[in-house]
Nanobody, 123 residues
Framework: VQLVESGGGLVQAGGSLRLSCAGSGRTFDNYALAWFRQAPGKEREFIAG????????RYTDSVKGRFTISSDNAKNTVYLQMNSLKPEDTAVYYC?????????????????WGQGTQVTVSS
């Protein structure tokens, strides 16, 4: 499985971005999917996760109400819609997939990772 993120960039505080993560090699059926981010000097942080059916989602408290994770099964793609962005959201954002289908906050539980996409929010 290969994951390729896109959609990062520079945006002013209060703006929006939508990140995409396209999977290839096999479908995401029965996988758990998640978005993480890592700012300079900090550990990789769980942002949002979902099971492939979309029936269950989870967010870290700092993004609840601002970020939304979703998927398009036909395109084998998972998205992260980010609204009301803040300077503290600046980081490299990664998508990840877990073959166990278990959505967790622990990076070690994920089997596949994208290359990351930079999001920079200016004040």
């Amino acid at each position: 499985v290969q994951l390729v993120e896109s959609g990062g960039g520079l945006v002013q505080a209060g703006g929006s971005l939508r990140l995409s993560c396209a999977g290839s090699g096999r479908t995401f059926d029965n996988y758990a999917l998640a978005w993480f981010r890592q700012a300079p000097g900090k550990e990789r942080e769980f942002i949002a996760g979902m099971d492939w059916s979309g029936g269950s989602t989870r967010y870290t408290d700092s993004v609840k109400g601002r970020f939304t994770i979703s998927s398009d099964n036909a395109k084998n793609t998972v998205y992260l819609q980010m609204n009301s962005l803040k300077p503290e959201d600046t980081a490299v954002y990664y998508c990840a997939a877990s073959v166990t289908g278990t959505m967790t906050r622990a990076p070690v539980e994920y089997d596949y990772w994208g290359q990351g996409t930079q999001v920079t929010v200016s004040s």
